[in-house]
């Protein structure tokens, strides 16, 4: 069997499982056989036991058998699929990757959104982290004249709006008027100038976790100087409806509804990427607390119509 049609059924089958919470063998092969994949043969329990194994040694998905609910099998490990995770990420592109691939003759009716194409950065970077060495890199911020060289230790990195970041600790050593500082930052890959992966090691800080340096955050900004608070918004007409189906952070939770609007609340660091989402919303989205973002909010838009008053006067 070619390697990319055993994918797919790998994918397959996580997702029925997934779907079903527990679900028999007898029940997999009367969804299988319902497929396209199955071309009218069951799975046979070998080769299923086979595709368990493969599935755990891959994505670290574990499926098990609970015997005492009449066989039934289970994803004994849900949390790797988390939203957020790698697992989750990698099979959500490889499902939608199969769907597409089916579909070819309908190639100029399904239009796709570009995807980042930093495949060298990225190999350089999870290499580094894997080894646990040092990188030189040299980058250039956009509002800055010149690029500049950093030595960073390497903690992780987050895809966000179809960019890679990566976080790393700066050590600065002391001086007569200093004592020795270390501190993390982020790196956009698309301002990343070249990279070069040392040969110095460092030891991680074991009490790092990436998920919850990033929990209070909207994307991949995190500023010591803004703590995370109460943020609450208000949305009108059709845009309540979107953040109820698509959640913009995990912690949104509903806290009031009226006739054509609908309250959210978020524990949150008020930060630029956070604002500038905010104002993609427009009028259909209100800051009600706190009184320093939605201040923050109002000003922006008011220098927006100013500008655009100033362009009309000059026309």
């Not at 069997?1 to 028999?24: D, P, Q």
């Not at 008020?270 to 973002?293: I, N, R």
């Amino acid at each position: 069997m070619k390697t990319y049609n055993v994918f797919k059924e790998y994918i397959w089958l996580v997702n029925v499982i997934r779907r079903a919470g527990k679900i028999s063998l007898a029940d997999i092969n009367r969804k299988w056989r319902d497929s396209e994949l199955s071309e009218g043969v069951d799975i046979a329990r070998t080769t299923f036991n086979r595709h368990k194994a493969a599935i755990e040694d891959m994505f670290g998905i574990i499926i098990e058998c609970d015997a005492k609910d009449g066989y039934q099998y289970y994803i004994a490990n849900p949390e790797v699929l988390r939203e957020n995770s790698v697992q989750n990420w990698i099979l959500s592109t490889l499902s939608v990757s199969n769907v597409v691939s089916e579909s070819l003759s309908l190639q100029d009716r399904i239009l796709m959104e570009s995807a980042p194409v930093e495949g060298d950065l990225l190999k350089d970077v999870i290499g580094a982290m894997k080894e646990g060495v040092k990188l030189e890199l040299e980058h250039k911020r956009y509002d800055a004249d010149e690029s500049k060289i950093y030595l960073i230790e390497p903690y992780c990195i987050k895809l966000f709006k179809h960019r890679w970041y990566v976080l790393g600790k700066i050590r600065k050593p002391a001086t007569d008027s200093n004592s020795e500082r270390a501190y993390l930052t982020l790196f956009s890959f698309d301002r990343i100038k070249s990279l070069h992966v040392t040969k110095e090691t460092f030891e991680m800080d074991p009490l790092f976790d990436a998920e919850s340096y990033f929990s209070d955050s909207y994307g991949v900004l995190k500023q010591s100087n803004k703590p995370a608070q109460r943020i609450v918004l208000r949305a009108f007409d059709h845009q309540r409806h979107y953040l109820k189906d698509l959640p913009i952070h995990h912690s949104q939770r509903q806290c009031g509804e009226g006739p054509n609007w609908t309250d959210f609340e978020y524990w949150m660091c008020s930060t630029s990427d956070l604002m500038a989402q905010l104002l993609t919303y427009g009028s259909y989205v209100k800051v009600l607390e706190p009184q320093h973002l939605a201040d923050e909010v109002k000003q922006a838009h008011l220098e927006a119509v100013q500008r655009y008053l100033e362009e009309s006067q000059s026309d």
